[in-house]
T-cell receptor, first 113, second 114 residues
Framework: ETGVTQSPTHLIKTRGQQVTLRCSSQSGHNTVSWYQQALGQGPQFIFQYYREEENGRGNFPPRFSGLQFPNYSSELNVNALELDDSALYLC????????????FGPGTRLLVL | AQSVTQLDSHVSVSEGTPVLLRCNYSSSYSPSLFWYVQHPNKGLQLLLKYTSAATLVKGINGFEAEFKKSETSFHLTKPSAHMSDAAEYFCVVSVSNSGYALNFGKGTSLLVTP
């Protein structure tokens, strides 16, 4: 069974640029959630995708957007990057439902200069 | 809204002594609660979860947690700490109104000394 994978592992961008992060979900999972973890903080929920539609969203502006594909993989897009967007971005896959375990990928570390 | 509060930002124990990481939750109904661990430069790993079955939950690596509704607590314990337990620990609640997203506590950094 393949776990959750994310690419790239590290990324450096400059303020105002756009970035796309990718996530492949674990086999058998139909739900992907994205989290932002700033240095020294707990992860913060960005949004969740279920069957290719956004299924819930945290307190993040519209310049954070995403996609889910028919194979349940997902992308996180961030436009107009700001310095505060520098963080570890974590993807988690799961089956949908209360109490379902979310399995996390290793993350993409984004640095915005 | 469902939330968790981790009562200690840092905990230091000696190797071989018990570990106690404290977490209180807030929820209007029976919550789903988790403990995750994050080792330096590693992803998040599930230690254990509570989903309204047995109140004493056993997890990996000798960790366990007890759900106490009367105290709204879900503390994580281990009888004997090992050096490899040094990591960041997160208490987490599942939030029903956001597609069952996870709401993380601020984390407790566990230091294990020889």
């Amino acid at each position: 069974e393949t776990g959750v994978t994310q690419s790239p592992t590290h990324l450096i961008k400059t303020r105002g640029q756009q970035v796309t992060l990718r996530c492949s979900s674990q086999s058998g999972h139909n739900t992907v959630s994205w989290y932002q973890q700033a240095l020294g903080q707990g992860p913060q929920f960005i949004f969740q995708y279920y069957r290719e539609e956004e299924n819930g969203r945290g307190n993040f502006p519209p310049r954070f957007s995403g996609l889910q594909f028919p194979n349940y993989s997902s992308e996180l897009n961030v436009n107009a990057l700001e310095l505060d967007d520098s963080a570890l971005y974590l993807c988690a896959s799961s089956s949908r439902g209360m109490g379902e375990t979310q399995y996390f990928g290793p993350g993409t570390r984004l640095l915005v200069l | 809204a469902q939330s968790v509060t981790q009562l200690d930002s840092h905990v230091s124990v000696s190797e071989g002594t018990p570990v106690l990481l404290r977490c209180n939750y807030s929820s209007s109904y029976s919550p789903s609660l988790f403990w995750y661990v994050q080792h330096p430069n590693k992803g998040l790993q599930l230690l254990l979860k509570y989903t309204s079955a047995a109140t004493l939950v056993k997890g990996i690596n000798g960790f366990e947690a007890e759900f106490k509704k009367s105290e709204t607590s879900f503390h994580l314990t281990k009888p004997s700490a090992h050096m490899s337990d040094a990591a960041e620990y997160f208490c987490v609640v599942s939030v029903s109104n956001s597609g069952y997203a996870l709401n993380f506590g601020k984390g407790t950094s566990l230091l294990v000394t020889p």
